[in-house]
């Protein structure tokens, strides 16, 4: 019987981590993509084995996506695996893999800015057209992990909100660029798990979220699930935060 097929980038610990385990619990093939979180991608697997009592569908891709030969590498093993091959293609590509750290502006390198444009957009646009043909002739589903973001000033994050803003518009436009065979959107967690930086300031931020808590990492998980299992959204956003969007 075929199995639907998802490559998750970053997905070796909390958010990703929790997508995974999610889609794995759910029978899909999952290609778990992580750069430096191998052992945690590995209890991922064994976790899922010692709760069912079979080894997931699952296979672990190391990649750094700052790394040119790296993300050709990635795209070129997915391309070739025989899974995609048996299953139709390539069912969910979910751009998870972030970087997130705070910077006065006027300390802001031209690196760092590079940087968060390299792995919120550049790394997210390469993957997609690079796996187009399975995603294709899978009629498969972007999805965009972005944040709640737009629209707003955060202090000493304009690097980051930038570059998120620029994935949250790329994922738009590729919803119309490739449907209707492919259907794309994001996901827009809220507070969820704070950076270790940000742990002190976290508190601060939960008290303007109506919801008045954290979202769980299985909340934004089952965003993603949602949206793969609705075969008639596309281009579209949910910011899975407790309405702290929403909030005055
Ligand atoms: N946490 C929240 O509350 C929150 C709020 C708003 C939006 N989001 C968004 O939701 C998504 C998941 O959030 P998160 O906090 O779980 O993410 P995260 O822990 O900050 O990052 C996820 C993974 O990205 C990977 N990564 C970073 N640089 C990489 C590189 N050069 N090459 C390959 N992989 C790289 C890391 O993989 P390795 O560990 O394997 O190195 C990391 O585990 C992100 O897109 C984030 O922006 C999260």
């Given at each position: 019987m075929s199995q639907r097929v998802a490559l998750i980038t970053g997905s070796g610990k909390r958010i990703g981590a929790a997508t995974a385990s999610l889609l794995l619990s759910e029978g899909w093939f999952v290609f778990l993509h992580v750069r430096n979180s191998l052992d945690e991608a590995r209890t991922i697997l064994q976790d899922f084995h010692d709760k069912h009592g079979v080894s997931p569908?699952?296979?672990?891709?190391?990649?750094?996506?700052?790394?040119?030969?790296?993300?050709?590498?990635?795209?070129?093993?997915?391309?070739?695996?025989?899974?995609?091959?048996?299953?139709?293609?390539?069912?969910?590509?979910?751009?998870?893999?972030?970087?997130?750290?705070?910077?006065?502006?006027?300390?802001?390198?031209?690196?760092?800015?590079?940087?968060n444009n390299r792995i919120h957009i550049e790394v997210p646009f390469l993957l997609t057209q690079g796996l187009l043909p399975l995603l294709k002739s899978a009629q498969g589903c972007v999805i965009g992990m972005v944040d709640t973001s737009v629209g707003r000033a955060w202090n000493g994050l304009s690097h980051y909100t930038a570059s998120k803003a620029g994935l949250r518009q790329l994922m738009i436009n590729l919803a119309g660029d490739l449907a209707p065979e492919v259907r794309v959107n994001c996901v827009g967690p809220g507070a969820i798990v704070a950076a270790e930086w940000e742990s002190e300031h976290f508190e601060s931020v939960l008290q303007s979220v109506p919801l008045g808590r954290a979202g769980d990492v299985d909340d934004v998980a089952k965003a993603v699930q949602f949206l793969l299992d609705s075969p008639y959204l596309s281009g579209q956003i949910i910011n899975v935060d407790g309405g702290w969007s929403i909030a005055p």
């Open positions: 569908a699952a296979e672990i891709l190391q990649a750094d996506l700052n790394s040119d030969e790296e993300i050709s590498s990635l795209i070129d093993t997915v391309l070739r695996h025989e899974i995609v091959e048996n299953n139709g293609g390539l069912h969910a590509l979910v751009h998870n893999a972030s970087i997130y750290n705070s910077t006065d502006f006027e300390e802001v390198s031209l690196e760092t800015l590079r940087l």
